[in-house]
């Protein structure tokens, strides 16, 4: 099993990788020291594949563990589902000497997370994401959070796992669209830090879409290396961290525009991307080659890379607007300086977003 270190002292902790690695988790939770008493925080589809393997790994090891079933769908990462769920953790004898274990794609591991984190002021929490985007990103840096209907993840906090535990396999069940949606990270990875990786997918696409899992692991396990690098060196995202952010800015704005239900959130980011090199391009930062080669990569793993006919680029600069990443009145925004390096900006104009999403 390979493992990551995220160093944060003593925040610090690990990210496994392994396949097969679901059934070991009893084993991993009892060496870290996590409460015996333990919510299962998952969906309702991921139950029969994933959570009773969970479940019986814990109990094996002497916890006990209840479960709790979270709709599927990212309008349910809200105010009100939290509220539902402290409920049901108060039922179910959870108090500050119990933990939250979250079994699924991003929505679950910010919406258990966020929860861990307010939940009698705070809970130790387990991330073990099912989806490539959370394997490789959501996971990753404690960021936790619901959704405000004006905004994406706009009401959250910082509350790092306990450890994360990363099965590739879980992979075999993920829709074809969902798996391509997360690629949209590990490519944003390579574009903003790490031309090697951008590379290692230009050259092994078709095997890391068709499920190699040797190259998946290597894949997965750079990108949680690149990720910890940057979180390591920003916890709270008061400077580079915000890096991370590439292709966000208009990509979380398309997705409150359109409800949160039309796009996956790796598909937004994506044409959010393509936007962000396009201004960048337009600045003499990068050259037409590198993004012609960030637009080719996109497509050809499967991604939108047009911001659609139908959206009124208006409206998403008004959303973007009510972006975190507005400070003071300016918008941080990140553009990139050729394939492998980012830089954090604040003077794009609002007239450069809309001509970048007007193509």
Known sequence: MREVRVDLGDRGYAVYIGRGSLGEIGGIALRHGLP????????????????ERVLNSLRDAGFDPWLCLIPSGDEHKSLEEASRIYGEMLENRMDR??????????????????????????????????????QVDASIGGKVAVNHPKAKNLIGAFHQPRFVLIDPETLKTLPERDLKAG???VIKHGLIMDRELFEMVESELEGILSLDMPLLEEVIARSCADKARVVE?????????????????VGHAIEAATGYERFRHGEAVSIGMVCAGRISLRRGMMTEGEFARMRE?????????????????HLVLKLIRHDKKVKA??????????????????????????????G
């Open 97 to 134: 000497k119990s933990a939250v274990i979250a079994l699924g794609g991003g929505m679950v591991g910010d919406l258990a997370g966020f929860v861990a984190a307010t939940y009698m002021r705070g809970i130790p929490f387990v991330q073990v994401p099912t989806t490539l985007l959370a």
């Open 233 to 249: 060196r920003d916890e709270k995202e008061s400077g580079l961290r915000a890096i991370l952010n590439y292709g966000h800015t």
């Open 183 to 185: 690629m949209a990270e």
């Open 36 to 51: 015996k008493r333990a919510g299962l925080f998952t969906n309702p589809e991921l139950v029969d594949p994933y959570a």
């Open 329 to 358: 009145g300016r918008l941080n925004f990140i553009l990139l300086e050729g394939i492998g390096r980012a830089r954090i900006v604040d003077d794009v104009s609002e007239e450069e977003i809309l001509e970048s999403m007007r």
């Open 297 to 313: 990569l996109l497509e050809r793993t499967g991604l939108p890379v047009d911001f659609p006919d139908d959206l009124d680029p």
